[in-house]
């Protein structure tokens, strides 16, 4: 079974970390859950959701919120460094920030193992395990560039959450699944909601 690491930052666009974790359940993946504490605050500025701190509590909320089963779900407190996402010996190779602040970005890209969501993401990059970040900011700065074209150059894949209008958008829910659409191709999972350019 696939494993994936799911980590929300404290960037705008709690709503695309959520959708993803709502599908990845829904095709039955195990799905690691890490929030920085800054993303806890925008999910409740953006979409009325307070977790609660303890994590398995913590999961129950979230699935509840989000009308899926708790079965695959774990999530860690930040300094749980006895968590298997602590180390590369646990085997697991897909991570995904979703969304990642141009803060998380920085500590990332600098190696700075702080807490546990950064220390995953050093993993991967240490594994050369499959890395994606999500950034949402504007507009960007050299740092913020020069951190993404570093972690570029990794292998890491950059995916913005720049949703494109061509496919003539009708409301918030299609934008947000446009972005997850092209975080799900690059996890080679096809929950079959992907929409696809001339099919
Ligand atoms: C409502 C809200 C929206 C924010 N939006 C962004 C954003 O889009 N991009 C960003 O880089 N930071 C944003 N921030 C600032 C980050 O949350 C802040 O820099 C924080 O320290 C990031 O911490 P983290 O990387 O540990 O999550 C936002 C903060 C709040 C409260």
């Known amino acids: 079974m696939k494993q994936i690491v799911v980590s929300m930052t404290g960037a705008s666009g709690a709503a695309y970390g959520l959708r993803l974790i709502q599908r990845l359940a829904a095709v039955g993946v195990k799905q690691h859950l890490l929030f920085s504490d800054a993303a806890r605050v925008v999910l409740k500025q953006e979409v009325d959701l307070c977790l609660p701190d303890e994590p398995a509590q913590l999961v129950q909320a979230l699935a509840k919120h989000l009308n899926i089963s708790s079965e695959l779900l774990k999530s860690y407190h930040l300094s749980d460094w006895f968590s298997p996402v602590a180390s590369g010996s646990a085997g697991i190779r897909h991570m995904v920030v979703i969304p990642c602040s141009m803060g998380s970005l920085a500590r990332i890209a600098g190696g ?88």
Request: net charge negative; hydrophobic share 40%; proline share 6%.
């Open 112 to 199: 700075i193992s702080d807490n546990l969501l950064e220390r995953a993401a050093d993993v991967m990059l240490k594994e050369r395990g499959h890395l994606i970040l999500v950034p949402r900011e504007t507009p960007l700065s050299s740092i913020h560039l020069e951190h993404m074209l570093k972690l570029s150059h990794m292998g890491v894949d950059m995916i913005p959450a720049m949703p494109g209008f061509y496919h003539r958008p009708e409301s918030v829910d299609e934008l947000v699944n446009f972005v997850v659409d092209r975080v799900m191709d690059h996890l080679d999972i096809d929950d079959g909601g992907s929409k696809r350019w001339g099919a």
